[in-house]
């Protein structure tokens, strides 16, 4: 269904059963976007071990309703460059330039 594979800028849930950690990690990576996910469990152990096998850039835990301004939200896959928030994100704002020089001797 498109819900479950679109990125959906509203309040939309998907929800749908799984046999397993394995197949829903799988049904979360079978997308071409990659910007945030939320893992709901009393166990943080293996919420940090399926969040490093998902493909998104923001992973939430517990919750889904807080940006931390320290942290980068960023996405990945066909989300998008680049990220808000954080360091990376007041990079993304500014243009850096570059000056290279060689001292010039007589």
Not at 54 to 82: H, M, Q, S
Request: aromatic letters at 8%; charged letters at 25%.
């Amino acid at each position: 269904m498109r819900v479950m594979r679109d990125e959906s800028f509203g309040p939309v849930v998907g929800i749908m059963a799984v046999k397993d950690d394995d197949e829903a990690i799988r049904l979360m990576n079978d997308s071409e976007f990659g910007l945030t996910a939320s893992i709901w469990t009393q166990d943080i152990d293996a919420a940090l071990e399926i969040g490093a096998r998902i493909e998104t850039g923001t992973v939430f835990l517990n919750r889904a309703d807080y940006l931390d301004p320290a942290l980068c939200w960023t996405g990945c896959k066909n989300t998008g460059k680049g990220g808000a928030l954080g360091v990376i994100g007041y990079q993304n704002l500014t243009r850096p330039k570059s000056y290279h020089f060689k001292k010039v001797t007589t």
